[in-house]
């Protein structure tokens, strides 16, 4: 006879699938539709309950389940924040990894291995009653020079920490021996990023941050060899102008089709090293903590 606590295991199990099968399907559509920059505005939402604070794939699952989702965190995240979830709302859910140590003496993040996921539950704002959350202040206006200053030497800080082979960042006129058409690059030789000043300051901020992102996430080496990274750097660049209330409108968007040729790992990799990179730019810029996040989902 089967035991209840099989039966829950099971039922547990397929819920799990279900969740796996749903992330797949969302993925499938995005190298299909519109749905990129749709989900990079999803991902570009200030505070420590933003969705953005999730993984790329909790993040599609979620938005998957209420497209209109952008704050989300746990029954008890929400009574922290003064807010409680309103009597017979649903939760949504997200995978959550589930790791056991490995064989040995090692004690180290390295020494676990994933061995499934479960499923953590989570509610969206609109499902709670509460205060008001807490505005989030926005971390820059590069329309006006002090501030736009500002913004560029806390971004110079970003690139000291995150990436030790970028010496300097500088801003300069454009000069004859410039190529046309490029408003700023990672010059490896001297291992500076360089940001041509003939634009206004909105452009030279968009190019900052994509030229920032590039060495964070493809280190060191040339980065225009290969039109996924543009994609990541361009992408990265979107989110945080968009989270800063910038215009977004002349962002230049390539369809997940032309780069990801029906890959659906490389487009969940290309997501999440985004999500990576525009919340480490995005928490330097911002007066929250670096890194806070409601929940250790995947």
Not at 130 to 140: H, R, W, Y
Not at 152 to 157: A, F, M, Q, T
Not at 277 to 283: C, G, V
């Amino acid at each position: 006879m089967t035991s209840h606590s099989s039966l829950d295991v099971e039922a547990l199990k397929a819920r799990v699938e279900d969740a796996k099968q749903a992330l797949t399907t969302k993925l499938t559509a995005l190298t299909s539709s519109d749905d990129w920059k749709r989900t990079l505005e999803s991902m570009a939402v200030l505070g420590r309950t933003s969705i953005g604070r999730l993984s790329f794939r909790n993040l599609l699952l979620l938005v998957s389940q209420r497209p209109d989702i952008a704050h989300a965190a746990t029954f008890q995240a929400w009574r922290a924040l003064g807010r409680a979830v309103r009597k017979g709302e649903r939760a949504l859910y997200v995978l959550k990894p589930r790791f056991a140590r490995k064989a040995g003496d090692a004690t180290d993040d390295e020494a676990k291995k994933l061995v499934g996921f479960g499923l953590l539950p989570l509610f969206a704002l609109e499902q709670t009653d509460g205060p008001p959350l807490e505005a989030s202040v926005v971390p820059c206006d590069v329309s006006s020079p002090d501030s736009f200053a500002h913004s560029v030497d806390r971004l110079r800080e970003v690139a000291l920490q995150h990436c030790p082979h970028v010496a300097t960042i500088e801003l300069r006129p454009r000069t004859p021996d410039d190529e046309r058409g490029v408003y700023g690059w990672f010059a490896r030789s001297t291992r500076s990023i360089v940001v041509l000043t003939d634009t206004s300051p909105h452009q030279q901020f968009a190019t900052l941050v994509h030229e920032l992102a590039h060495v964070i996430l493809h280190g060191a080496d040339e980065h225009h060899s290969r039109s996924t990274k543009e994609v990541e750097a361009e992408s990265t660049s979107f989110v945080v102008c968009h989270a800063l209330g910038l215009d977004t409108s002349s962002f230049a968007l390539p369809y997940v089709a032309s780069w990801a040729e029906g890959d659906l790992d490389a487009v969940a990799a290309a997501g999440e090293n985004i999500r990576r990179a525009s919340m480490a730019i995005l928490d330097a810029l911002h007066a929250e903590a670096e890194g806070e996040q409601l929940t250790e989902a995947a």
